[in-house]
């Protein structure tokens, strides 16, 4: 594994080819490390290896603009409303894919659906916006804690992981909340994380 300081001349410029030559880079987020990957088969499938995941509990996106999202998933309005409120920040929307859109069955977990996530982190929204979205899930292997600084992730990875950018401790510590909103169905929060299930329910009856 490579450590290098996030906000040093080039970490990115490093991180972005190293994603790009198919490695696994450990990403600093304002909620907890991510690990990331471009999302192709190949890649999705050494992520999963190295967490020591289901392949069944899908893998969300990690964007930089309401833009990249409307390109890849159908937006509802609850979606838009729960975006405009919350992104950038700590919350994922779990949304059905667009038609056509040639990603990997792994992302959803074999699931029509995607999730995705507008980071308030300067480094996964500059690599989405160079790259693309990354696939990206916490940088842990199953089961144990949530990384929420470079030595956890180095604990609980190793050298699976091919590039860390070390940014120190994250900001939050408590990973994103996960909500569902999908065309004719009532929005369903999966996991209340960082923000509440009342804030969340509440900002769409404002």
């Given at each position: 594994m490579r450590v290098v300081d996030a906000r040093s001349v080039g970490a990115l410029e490093l991180a972005a080819r190293t994603l790009g030559d198919g490695g696994l880079v450990a990403i600093p987020t304002e909620t907890v490390y991510g690990l990331a990957v471009l999302p192709t088969r190949a890649g999705l499938e050494r992520l999963i290896a190295a967490k020591r995941r289901s392949a069944d509990k899908g893998i969300q996106l990690l964007i930089d603009s309401l833009e990249q999202a409307r390109a890849v998933a159908e937006l509802t309005d609850d979606a838009v409303r729960l975006a405009t409120r919350f992104w950038p920040g700590?919350?994922?929307?779990?949304?059905?894919?667009?038609?056509?859109?040639?990603?990997?069955?792994?992302?959803?977990?074999?699931?029509?659906?995607?999730?995705?996530?507008?980071?308030?982190h300067v480094v996964p929204r500059s690599l989405a916006r160079a790259l693309g979205p990354l696939a990206a899930s916490s940088a842990n292997v199953s089961g144990q804690p949530d990384a929420t600084s470079a030595d956890l992730v180095t604990a609980s990875l190793g050298e699976a992981v091919d590039v860390l950018l070390d940014d120190g401790p994250v900001r939050g510590g408590v990973p994103s909340s996960v909500v569902a909103s999908l065309a004719g169905e009532l929005v369903r929060v999966l996991r209340a994380g960082a923000i509440s299930e009342e804030r969340l329910l509440e900002s769409l009856r404002e």
């Open positions: 700590p919350l994922t929307l779990v949304l059905r894919r667009r038609a056509g859109v040639e990603l990997p069955e792994l992302l959803g977990g074999g699931r029509p659906t995607l999730g995705l996530r507008l980071p308030d």
